[in-house]
Nanobody, 124 residues
């Protein structure tokens, strides 16, 4: 079965950095666009970064642009999210997800496979 397993979350001070990883198994990884989403308590799950199957194109919403970088290693079936200049409002559970419906971007409804999430907490 398909498994997406996130790691790398934790507690960091404002202005700090974290690198999340998501290891995929049970699917042909290179045929899926990948995305990182986050969900804070009481808020909708939102896309923060997405990358095409080959990794040649990425998408970020304004909230992440210039601070977050998504990358992937198809040989390792792994997608990464480098997060710099973290802010308290970045505090959320972060999920990786796989999509066969979109080339890049999209909404949570375009992603059919999800990880269990990893908590990121940014203290002020």
């Amino acid at each position: 079965q398909v498994q997406l397993v996130e790691s790398g979350g934790g507690l960091v001070q404002a202005g700090g950095s974290l690198r999340l990883s998501c290891a995929a198994s049970g699917l042909t990884f290179s045929t899926y666009a990948m995305g990182w989403f986050r969900q804070a308590p009481g808020k909708e799950r939102e896309l923060v970064a997405s990358i095409t199957r080959s990794g040649d194109e990425t998408y970020y919403p304004d909230s992440a642009k210039g601070r977050f970088t998504i990358s992937r290693d198809n040989a390792k079936n792994t997608v990464y999210l480098q997060m710099n200049s973290l802010k308290p409002e970045d505090t959320a559970v972060y999920y990786c997800a796989a999509s066969s419906r979109v080339a890049v971007g999209g909404s949570r409804y375009d992603y059919g496979y999800w990880g269990q999430g990893t908590q990121v907490t940014v203290s002020s």
